[in-house]
């Protein structure tokens, strides 16, 4: 009896939720199969020219950027973390949470900041030159900002906050028995830490670190700006200039194979690592105290990347925007910031929607199908945004001719581009890209609740509808607020997709952000680059504030 009720159950039609389930997986996924579909079909197969010429150099440098900024995020979010959530020094209550502020910035802002402070016609060669005489760059020497190295310090101090809160977070929650135990037996700071401590918070670090390195990859902003060829600045030149979009599809699964090796390393190099603790015997570390000096040094190593990452590029550009505060007036400023802030609300409303409605659908079905596909939506998330722009843009152009063809053959009336020459195709590549942020609150969220609350619901007669609408999305309301502002930032902070997607004459803050600083225009590009950390800034403080309330 049990077999025929499952088979009936597998043969049925599916309902509401698995079936919309299912369509918003699909829509989530399209782009990541698109673009693997062209690099596998392209109009004219360049793959043995690329490999000959460009693809090594590209592969080359994107791996030294990843492993160069994932190294740099480790040991500087690792060690803060270490320091903030182990030790008592001055400073340390609010550096706890100022150490996020870097992530209200886009790693490309603090490039343009840099070029301009440290670049020849910058004030630090300036004063150079005027104090020592020297007249031209032949007479003295100073390192290449716009290089390869520079771009792995920029990214770095930008993204460190991701290993840090993860393992702030890690070493706040170990049990301070192991401590005690290393610290009877004769072990000092140092070796407590490389002993106990980094090795219970390894898989948080690791996970920080991969989070690191993927968005890395995804950096279009910093390494066009310094002139590093890498795999995503490849699609650029090879679809936009070499008008091959076979090719650039290829070069984007190569940053697919990327992403996927770098995802499989992460997890089995901790596959064999198992780590519990006792949760009603667990001690909470007891802080310990730098006294001296070296309570100064602590302070003084938070503060630094502190400075670099969310001071510096802040003062470089507050300068810019208030002694030279006709950018504020500027043509375009005004238009920018309403196209920003109807993409990215629009997108933000959409991808937190369809994130819960698949979550919770997938929880309402019994069927097995959308459950397995649940996860494999958050790979939009590690696709950086020049792939989902390649992947998003060819269908929907295809797509687009076809309607139109339609149209133009019924009513003899031709509607232009309906998807891709609006900023529809910019708002589907933000919910692709964002869609891991939504899906993941939404599952936290409802997780929390207990399942009785609902089951009572539905015993008074509620359906699933009702539920969610009554019970569900009212306990859930921090979350999805959360949620809702992360995507809006992360939207708003943007640059490869948008760049690969916006209609004609559409401009986001961030591509002009990028338009005017590419132009030397920093006086242009200021206040746009202040209002998205503004908003990132608000973003990083309810963060805060919400981890702490943990």
């Not at 670090?205 to 995503?232: H, K, R, W």
């Not at 998330?381 to 998003?392: I, N, R, T, W």
């Not at 680059?529 to 702490?548: E, F, K, S, Y």
Request: contains cysteine; positive net charge; hydrophobic residues 55%.
């Amino acid at each position: 009896m049990s077999d025929g009720n499952t088979q009936a159950r597998l043969l049925r039609w599916p309902d509401l939720w698995s079936a919309g389930a299912l369509a918003i997986a699909g829509l989530v996924l399209v782009p990541i199969l698109a673009v693997i579909w062209m690099a596998m079909n392209p109009s004219e197969n360049i793959w043995p020219h690329l490999m000959a010429t460009v693809l090594p150099r590209y592969l080359a440098n994107t791996l030294i950027l990843m492993t160069g900024v994932g190294a740099f995020a480790a040991v500087v979010g690792t060690g803060t973390a270490w320091l903030v959530a182990m030790h008592e020094f001055p400073g340390r209550r609010w550096l706890s949470w100022a150490m996020l502020m870097p992530l209200a910035i886009p790693a490309y802002v603090g490039a343009y900041a840099l070029v301009n402070f440290l670049d020849y016609a910058g004030p630090v060669q300036v004063a150079l030159r005027s104090t020592f005489g020297w007249t031209n760059a032949a007479d003295y020497a100073f390192p290449a900002i716009r290089s390869l190295p520079f771009a792995v310090l920029v990214i770095g101090l930008s993204l460190y906050p991701y290993v840090f809160l993860l393992a702030r977070a890690a070493f706040a929650e170990q049990s301070g028995a192991g401590y005690e135990v290393a610290r009877a037996l004769g072990a000092g700071p140092w070796r407590r830490f490389a002993s106990v401590g980094l090795p219970l918070a390894r898989p948080a670090i690791a996970a920080g670190v991969a989070v690191v390195m993927m968005e890395s990859v995804n950096d279009f902003g910093v390494v066009d700006f310094f002139g590093v060829q890498t795999l995503t600045t490849g699609i650029f030149t090879v679809w936009l200039q070499g008008g091959n979009a076979g090719g650039a599809a290829q070069i984007a699964c190569v940053i697919l194979l990327v992403i996927a090796g770098l995802v499989l390393l992460e997890r089995k190099s901790r596959a064999r690592r198992r780590f519990w603790q006792a949760a009603r015997s667990q001690r909470p570390v007891e802080r310990t105290a730098i006294t001296g000096p070296k309570a100064w040094l602590a302070t003084l190593a938070c503060v630094l990347p502190l400075s670099l990452g969310f001071g510096f590029p802040v003062m470089v550009m507050g300068w810019h925007a208030v002694f030279q505060a006709n950018g504020w007036l500027a043509p375009g400023l005004a238009g920018a910031l309403l196209n920003t802030l109807t993409v990215a609300g629009t997108a933000a409303i959409l991808t937190v929607g369809l994130a819960l409605f698949m979550t919770y659908g997938v929880r309402m079905t019994g069927r097995a199908l959308p459950r397995l596909l649940l996860p494999v939506t958050t790979v939009g998330y590690a696709a950086p945004g020049a792939v989902l722009g390649l992947g998003v843009l060819i269908p929907l152009a295809a797509l687009d001719n076809r309607v139109a063809d339609g149209i133009l053959a019924v009513t003899g009336w031709d509607p232009g581009l309906i998807l891709t020459g609006t900023s529809i195709a910019l708002i589907f590549a933000y919910v692709v890209r964002f869609f891991a942020i939504g899906q993941g609150a939404a599952d936290a969220a409802l997780g929390r609740i207990p399942p009785s609350l609902p089951l009572a619901a539905r015993s008074l007669g509620q359906g699933p509808g009702g539920v969610l609408r009554r019970i569900h999305l009212p306990l859930m309301r921090g979350s999805v607020m959360m949620a809702l502002l992360l995507v809006f930032v992360d939207a708003m902070k943007e640059l490869p997709a948008t760049l690969l997607l916006r209609p004609f004459g559409f401009d986001t803050l961030a591509t002009r952000v990028h338009d005017q600083a590419s132009l030397e225009r920093l006086s242009q590009a200021a206040p746009a680059a202040l209002v998205i950390t503004a908003v990132g800034l608000v973003a990083v403080l309810l963060l805060a504030r919400a981890d702490a309330a943990r």
